[in-house]
């Protein structure tokens, strides 16, 4: 939510997505997953824990990176604009960044964004 009196910065700010770390949920992979996928479960292959991807640009924001997986672009693009447009989100240590991730709850991805 916005504060009274809180204005955006003009235009898109640079952006940097790191990806944090890869996990596999093998609790919930255990109980819900169909029997045939239990054991073929593995760490989302399409991301590499540490890989960076840079966005600058009006442009950038309009569709994923390049090797950019598309369902987690949908899953995190509401984060990295309002990170973009200048927003702060409440309770992270550090202004102009939100941690987030996909919602393969299987083998969830998890992102830093990063105003820079």
């Not at 540490?50 to 090797?67: C, T, V, Y």
Request: proline share 3%; with cysteine; hydrophobic share 40%.
């Amino acid at each position: 939510m916005l504060k009274r009196g809180f204005k955006l910065s003009s235009g898109i700010a640079k952006c940097k997505i790191t990806v944090i770390k890869r996990t596999l949920d093998q609790d919930l992979i255990n109980k819900y997953a169909d029997d045939k996928y239990i054991d073929h479960m593995k760490l989302c292959e399409i991301f590499q824990d540490n890989q960076e991807f840079i966005l600058e640009g009006d442009a950038a924001f309009s569709q994923p990176p390049k090797d950019f997986c598309a369902w987690a672009w949908a899953d995190i693009r509401k984060d990295i604009l309002t990170v973009a447009l200048g927003c702060d989100i409440p309770g992270m240590k550090r202004r102009g960044m939100v941690i987030t991730g996909c919602t393969d709850w299987f083998r969830p991805v998890i992102f830093k964004i990063e105003r820079i």
